[in-house]
């Protein structure tokens, strides 16, 4: 998805929690914003913020703020970064930045807004942004949003299920987890099931398949076993580049020891390229019980494998 806004003001300044200056035009390079206090290695180069919710607040509150009184670097209009989510993107001109973080901690009586009106829209509205590609900005040039959907690919393996015999319940049940736990978040994610025989040529096809496409996480469920059809473990470490001993040792500790037989479990989480890939038993009690457990880190996962250092 992609909408169109345009630069209102261009602004700078040289030390942090500062008002900014607009200026007329600024050069963006791979660290930030030149002459910029917040330029510099780390995710928080640029930030944005949308003239809406300048106006909004000043309505509110009864004064007038100018372009980079709440020391965002570019004041926009036209689109709602409200619907704005980590890792979406905006191109001006030749620029590209990536969205890394939304709002921020409030720098309270260090904020110059903040010890003149006792509040700030920063800490809630604003963007920060990574150099994706740089280039330079000046007010009245085009903003192109892009939103990042986080993909989401839930592999079922079931001789059985796949061929008719009973419904696959542990995928809609895997799918209904993850959407829970991201509805109204801070992402934009996308849900898709597959229904596959434990197949170990048929589940590497479509494995390298979505590689190649860069779907951020697959969930396989079912083959995590010691049986001769249980093929999911050694099918997804052939086509991975890391192995997470962590999670699955975790959870196998965790639940074995009231239920020996879940030591039996052969489950992997693996990243290929982009791509995070966790094989769970088939059931949809297991399904339950390891999800819960990979959803602690999931989010962390993604920011690590995009290079952001966010802690």
């Not at 890394?100 to 903040?114: P, R």
């Not at 040039?141 to 419904?167: C, N, P």
């Not at 390229?273 to 966790?278: A, L, M, P, V």
Request: charged fraction near 25%.
């Amino acid at each position: 998805m992609s909408n169109n806004g345009k630069v209102i003001s261009v602004n700078i300044s040289e030390e942090k929690g500062t008002i900014k200056k607009p200026v007329r035009e600024i050069l963006v390079d791979e660290s930030g914003i030149v002459n910029d206090a917040h330029s510099g290695r780390w995710h928080r180069q640029v930030s944005l913020l949308s003239q809406d919710d300048i106006d909004r607040f000043c309505k509110e509150n009864g004064r007038e703020i100018g372009p980079g009184e709440f020391a965002e670097n570019i004041t926009i209009t036209g689109i709602d970064l409200n619907q704005a989510a980590l890792l979406d993107r905006f191109r001006i001109n030749e620029v590209e930045l990536e969205v890394t973080q939304i709002g921020k901690e409030c720098h309270g009586d260090a904020c110059a807004i903040y010890q003149q009106v006792g509040k700030c829209v920063m800490p809630k509205k604003g963007l920060f942004c990574r150099v994706i590609r740089p280039g330079s900005i000046k007010p009245g040039d085009i903003v192109e949003y892009f939103q990042k959907q986080l993909r989401f690919m839930i592999i079922t393996l079931s001789d059985r299920a796949y061929e008719g015999q009973y419904s696959d319940r542990s995928g809609p049940h895997a799918i209904q987890m993850l959407q829970e736990y991201f509805a109204g978040g801070k992402w934009h994610c996308r849900f898709s099931g597959v229904l596959l025989p434990d197949d170990a040529n048929k589940l590497s096809e479509v494995l390298v398949k979505a590689i190649q496409e860069e779907i951020d996480m697959i969930f396989t469920l079912g083959g995590t076993g010691i049986g001769p059809r249980d093929i999911a473990p050694e099918t997804i470490t052939a086509v991975c580049d890391k192995i997470i001993p962590g999670i699955m040792e975790n959870i196998r500790i965790k639940y074995g020891k009231d239920k020996p037989s879940a030591l039996l479990s052969r489950s992997v989480a693996a990243i290929a390229g982009k791509t995070q890939i966790y094989s769970l038993p088939g059931s949809v009690k297991a399904v339950e019980e390891y999800l819960s457990e990979i959803l602690k880190n999931l989010e962390h996962a993604v920011y690590m494998i995009h290079g952001l250092d966010i802690h």
